[in-house]
T-cell receptor
Framework: DVKVTQSSRYLVKRTGEKVFLECVQD?????MFWYRQDPGLGLRLIYF???????EKGDIPEGYSVSREKKERFSLILESASTNQTSMYLC?????????????FGDGTRLSIL | AQTVTQSQPEMSVQEAETVTLSCTYD???????LFWYKQPPSRQMILVIR??????QNATENRFSVNFQKAAKSFSLKISDSQLGDAAMYFC???????????FGTGTRLQVFP
C-alpha cells in the first residue's frame, strides 16, 4: 500500500514565524501535491510538483512556497505565517501512469497560527 | 475553467438504507475522469470510486455505485446498505485527461444513524 506521511498531525505557530510542513511518500511517485482544506471550500490546490526540483503553482499559492530536493519528499513553507493560514493541510502523491491513477493522501496537518 | 459543485453540505441515512450524494461539474472537455473520495473523521482520505468519461457504463465498487450522466454533467454516488463506517466527508473530484491536477467539490458530510 502507498504510504504518504505528514510530519505532524497538529501544529501551533505564531504570526510571522516561518513554518515548514513535511511530506514523505514511499511509492516512488513522480507527482506530489499540497492542498488546503477549509470548511465549505473543499480542497484547494496550493502547489504541486511532477519531478524533483520542479514545481507549479496551484490555485492559491500566495504566501506559500515549496521545496522538492528528493523525489520522496515535498515540503510546504509558510514564509511568514498569518492567522488566515490557519487550516488543515493535506499532502498527496500519484504516479505518472495516466489520469485514471488516484492520488494518495496523508493524514493531514491541522495548523493553527496564533 | 472546470468547476465541481456539491449542493448538499450534509446528508443523513439510517443504517442498512440507501443514500445518494449529488455532484455536478462544468467542463468543455470531452475526455476526463471523475472520482469520489471519502474522508472519515480524523482519518486519511481514500478513493471510493472512479469513472472514465468515455465509458458509458456506470462504475461499481461493492456497495458503492455511481450514476454518471455525461450530457447533464452529473456524477452522483449511491451507497447501498449503509453502514456506520460510511459516516464521513465525501468529496467529488474532476481530473482532465491531460493533467495530474484534481478539482474538488466542497464536500458532503454523511451521517449514518443506527
Amino acid at each position: 500500500d502507498v504510504k504518504v506521511t505528514q510530519s505532524s498531525r497538529y501544529l501551533v505557530k505564531r504570526t510571522g514565524e516561518k513554518v515548514f510542513l513535511e511530506c514523505v511518500q514511499d511509492m516512488d511517485h513522480e507527482n506530489m501535491f499540497w492542498y488546503r482544506q477549509d470548511p465549505g471550500l473543499g480542497l484547494r490546490l496550493i502547489y504541486f510538483s511532477y519531478d524533483v526540483k520542479m514545481k507549479e503553482k496551484g490555485d492559491i499559492p500566495e504566501g506559500y512556497s515549496v521545496s522538492r530536493e528528493k523525489k520522496e519528499r515535498f515540503s510546504l513553507i509558510l514564509e511568514s505565517a498569518s492567522t488566515n493560514q490557519t487550516s488543515m493541510y493535506l499532502c498527496a502523491s500519484s504516479g505518472q501512469g495516466g489520469p485514471r491513477l488516484p492520488q494518495h493522501f496523508g493524514d493531514g496537518t491541522r495548523l493553527s497560527i496564533l | 475553467a472546470q468547476t465541481v459543485t456539491q449542493s448538499q453540505p450534509e446528508m443523513s441515512v439510517q443504517e442498512a438504507e440507501t443514500v445518494t450524494l449529488s455532484c455536478t461539474y462544468d467542463t468543455s472537455e470531452s475526455d476526463y475522469y471523475l472520482f469520489w473520495y471519502k474522508q472519515p473523521p480524523s482519518r486519511q482520505m481514500i478513493l471510493v470510486i472512479r469513472q472514465e468519461a468515455y465509458k458509458q457504463q456506470n462504475a461499481t465498487e461493492n456497495r458503492f455505485s455511481v450514476n454518471f450522466q455525461k450530457a447533464a454533467k452529473s456524477f452522483s454516488l449511491k451507497i447501498s446498505d449503509s453502514q456506520l463506517g460510511d459516516a464521513a466527508m465525501y468529496f467529488c473530484a474532476y481530473r482532465s485527461y491531460n493533467t495530474d491536477k484534481l478539482i474538488f467539490g466542497t464536500g458532503t458530510r454523511l451521517q449514518v444513524f443506527p
